[in-house]
C-alpha cells in the first residue's frame, strides 16, 4: 500500500532524523533505547505543515504540524517509542508508519484539554486525511477525526466527539476485562452472575454507540 499527499512542494522536507537524536539522551531508559535501536529502522520528517508552506494560518495551540514516516522492523507500532518523539518535538505530529509493503497511520492529541490520547488506523486502512481548513488547529483537528470511527455532523464540537470516543474506549476495556476474568472464574454462580452484568455492559454500549445516551 502506498500514499501521496496532495500537499504543495514547499511543504515536503524529506529529511533522515537520526534516531540517536531521541535514544541518546541521558534520561531515557536502557529499554527505551533498545525499542528505538530494535524496533525502528528510520525516521523521516517528511513534511512540515506551517503557515509559511502551506498558507494556512497558525493558532496559539497550533502553530505547525509534522508528518514524520517511521520505517519499523516488525508491524508492530511501538507506542513507548512514540511518547519520546512526542515529548521531544513541542509540534502536532501525523506519523506514517510503515513495514515492508504495509502501510498505517497515527497521530497524538495534543493540547490542553487531553493528554497524549493516541489514534492509530489499522494496517493498509484507508482514511480520508483533509489537509484544508481555515488555520491549523482545525486542520489538525480534521485529521483526529478521520481516526475516530463516529457517525457525526460536521459542526459537532471537536471536545464532544474526543470525549465521546474516550467514553466508548472506557466500556470497551471494561467489557474486556470482564471477559478475561470470567474466563477465569470457577464457580459457576459467579460465572453466571458476571455474565449478566457483562450482558448489561454490552447492551450500555450498544446504545451508547448508537447515540442513545
Do not use: C
Not at 500537499?7 to 537520526?18: D, G
Not at 486542520?139 to 477525526?145: A, D, S
Not at 475516530?148 to 467514553?167: M, R
Amino acid at each position: 500500500m502506498s500514499y501521496k499527499f496532495n500537499l504543495p512542494e514547499s511543504a515536503f522536507v524529506n529529511k533522515f532524523i537520526a534516531k540517536s537524536k531521541f535514544y541518546g539522551k541521558a534520561t531515557l531508559s536502557t529499554k527505551l533505547q533498545n525499542e528505538f535501536v530494535n524496533k525502528i529502522k528510520r525516521i523521516t520528517w517528511k513534511y512540515k505543515l506551517a503557515e509559511s508552506t502551506i498558507g494556512i494560518s497558525k493558532t496559539e495551540t497550533v502553530t505547525e504540524i509534522q508528518i514524520f514516516e517511521i520505517e519499523l522492523k516488525e508491524n508492530t507500532i511501538p507506542k513507548n517509542v512514540l511518547k519520546v518523539i512526542d515529548k521531544a518535538i513541542p509540534y502536532q505530529i501525523l506519523y506514517i508508519f510503515t513495514y515492508k509493503k504495509d502501510l498505517a497511520f497515527g497521530i497524538t492529541l495534543k493540547d490542553k484539554n487531553h493528554k497524549d490520547n493516541y489514534y492509530f488506523s489499522d494496517w493498509n486502512e484507508f482514511l480520508q486525511l483533509d489537509f484544508t481548513g481555515i488555520d491549523l488547529e482545525k486542520v489538525y483537528q480534521k485529521l483526529i477525526k478521520a481516526f475516530i470511527n463516529i457517525e457525526s455532523e460536521q459542526n459537532t464540537d471537536f471536545n464532544e466527539i474526543v470525549e465521546f470516543d474516550n467514553k466508548m474506549k472506557t466500556m470497551q476495556a471494561e467489557i474486556k476485562t470482564l471477559q478475561n476474568k470470567i474466563k477465569k472464574e470457577k464457580q459457576f454462580n459467579r460465572k453466571v452472575d458476571m455474565n449478566k452484568i457483562l450482558l448489561y455492559k454490552k447492551k450500555e454500549f450498544k446504545e451508547y454507540k448508537l447515540g442513545d445516551k
